[in-house]
């Protein structure tokens, strides 16, 4: 399996900035994509941007131009920049991993950290 761990959320003041950050272990053979989705009460989680093993990167419309998402590979690291924040950017972000994974042998998985909320106010 994979395990995520999740840093960096906190309280902000609209137009301030915030780095999240994720970090992978466990039993990983190679890492397919890592990213970062968020979800409010009441709506579906969506994804907010992911980087693949190759650097493509995928943005949501609201925060390009806004939001950077970097991987360190060799620590099987995310991390999340988020500049010029605004309050509908206030929400539970989820780190997310694609990855190929040991379990006996040689597996795939979709995994999740457990989430950290950011908040910005007006």
């Known amino acids: 399996q994979v395990q995520l761990v999740e840093s960096g959320g906190g309280l902000v003041q609209a137009g301030e900035s915030l780095k999240l950050s994720c970090a992978a272990s466990?039993?990983?053979?190679?890492?397919?994509?890592m990213g970062w989705y968020r979800q409010v009460p009441g709506k579906e989680r969506e994804l907010v941007a992911d980087?693949?093993?190759?650097?493509?990167?995928n943005y949501a419309d609201s925060v390009k131009g806004r939001f950077t998402v970097s991987r360190d590979n060799a620590k099987n690291t995310v991390y999340l920049q988020m500049n010029s924040l605004k309050p509908e950017d206030t929400a539970v972000y989820y780190c997310n991993a694609r990855a190929y994974y040991s379990s006996g042998s040689r597996s795939w998985g979709d995994f999740w950290g457990q989430g950290t909320q950011v908040t910005v106010s007006a």
């Open positions: 980087k693949n093993s190759g650097g493509a990167t």
């Open positions: 466990g039993s990983i053979f190679s890492m397919v994509s």
